[in-house]
Each structure stands twice: as C-alpha cells, then as structure tokens.
C-alpha cells in the first residue's frame, strides 16, 4: 500500500511568488491533515480536512494560505504571495475515519521543504 | 493552551549507550500521547503511543510510561543504535480534536 507522497520534495521560490504544494494521501482515507515546522520549531497544525470539506482551518497563518480538497482525493496548498518567514517544511498526513474510535493514526508524508528567499 | 516541551537537541551518544529524551506536556483533561521518530530522507512515523495515565508505550526497544502527576512522556531506550539516529518528537491529542500539538524535537545523533 502506497503511503502518504508529497510534491515537490523541495522549492525554492523568491518573495512575492506563489508556489503550489500537493499532497496525495493513502488511498480511502477521508482525513487530511496540514502541518509545517518552521526554523527547526514545533511541527504545527495548519488544517484538517473531511473529504473535501474543512474540518478545522484553525492554524492558517493568514489570508495568503489556500488549501483546497476537490473531489475528496489529493490536496493542494498554495501560498500566494510567499514570505520570507513562510519557508519551512510542510508535512501532510491522512487517516482514516474511525467512527466512535478515540484513537485514529496520522500517517505522515516526507514533507516539502520551502525556501523562500 | 495545549503544548509540548521537549528537550533541545541535538543529543549524542555512542552506540549501545542509554536514551532519555525529556517531553512534559500541558492540557486540560486526558490527552492522548504519542512519540514520533522522523529518519534522514523520510516522513514521520508513529513510534509508540499511550492513551491514558501510567500506560507504557513500546516499540523498537522504545519506552515511554504517560505519567499525569508529572505531566511527562519521557522517551527511553536501554541501547541505542547508529541506526536510532533521526529527529523525535513528542504530541499530544485531545479526544476532542483529530490535531496533533508537536514538541519542537530532537535530534539524536549515534556515533558507531
């Protein structure tokens, strides 16, 4: 079974462009997640999506942040226009949706490193 | 809020010596905990996890025992191998929410 693959593995971008992030998660999972770690910091959460509906957009850092799910299936994150301090790693994860399950395991993508310069 | 303090890194050790890697967490009622191990190259994976107090987490020779009277979760490991060496995080979850709140990780480095 294919796990959870990011595209680019890396991008280097200059400030004020925009760069698109994907993330296909394992197949059947209906839970999507974003993360990214910034400067070596604590892995944190951006949103998490239930099929192509967002769950929870809580961690979004601002208006220049889109993800979008269409069709349920993979996901892109773009970032327009980026920031210096956008760079980072993005991480995507997928589970599935265990109904009443209090314990529903995130399996993680390799990450995009994002060099924003 | 909800957070996780872990221990600056990097650690280093020889192989066969004995790991410790610190994480306390912060949260309101019962959060699930969770170490995630991230190798050169890869994605994070799930190394061990604990859903309630004075659980033992266990896998690959990996311990860590969820102690709510001191709000910790620390990673242990009896012998280390070159192999170990990689980036580990510590997470909690509240049963009210599907996101992971990370520690900052660290980074364990085995010299052979």
């Known amino acids: 079974e294919a796990g959870v693959t990011q595209f680019p593995s890396h991008s280097v971008i200059e400030k004020g462009q925009t760069v698109t992030l994907r993330c296909d998660p394992i197949s059947g999972h209906d839970n999507l997640y974003w993360y990214r770690r910034v400067m070596g910091k604590e892995i944190k959460f951006l949103l998490h999506?239930?099929?192509?509906?967002?769950?929870?957009e809580s961690g979004m850092p601002n208006n220049r942040f889109l993800a979008e799910r269409t069709g349920g299936t993979y996901s892109t994150l773009k970032v327009q226009p980026a920031e210096l301090e956008d760079s980072g790693v993005y991480f995507c994860?997928?589970?599935?949706?265990?109904?009443?399950?209090?314990?529903?395991?995130?399996?993680f993508g390799p990450g995009t490193r994002l060099t924003v310069l | 809020g909800n957070s996780v303090t872990q221990m600056e890194g990097p650690v280093t050790l020889s192989e066969e010596a004995f790991l410790t890697i610190n994480c306390t967490y912060t949260a309101t009622g019962y959060p699930s905990l969770f170490w995630y191990v991230q190798y050169p190259g890869e994605g994070l994976q799930l190394l061990l996890k604990a859903t309630k107090a004075d659980d033992k987490g266990s896998n690959k020779g990996f311990e860590a025992t969820y102690r709510k009277e001191t709000t910790s979760f620390h990673l242990e490991k009896g012998s280390v191998q070159v192999s170990d060496s990689a980036v580990y995080f510590c997470?909690?979850?509240?049963?009210?929410?599907?996101?992971?709140?990370f520690g900052s990780g660290t980074r364990l480095l085995v010299r052979p």
């Open positions: 999506f239930v099929k192509e509906s967002k769950q929870d």
């Open positions: 994860a997928s589970s599935q949706d265990i109904a009443g399950g209090r314990y529903n395991e995130q399996f």
């Open positions: 997470a909690l979850k509240k049963d009210s929410s599907y996101k992971l709140i």
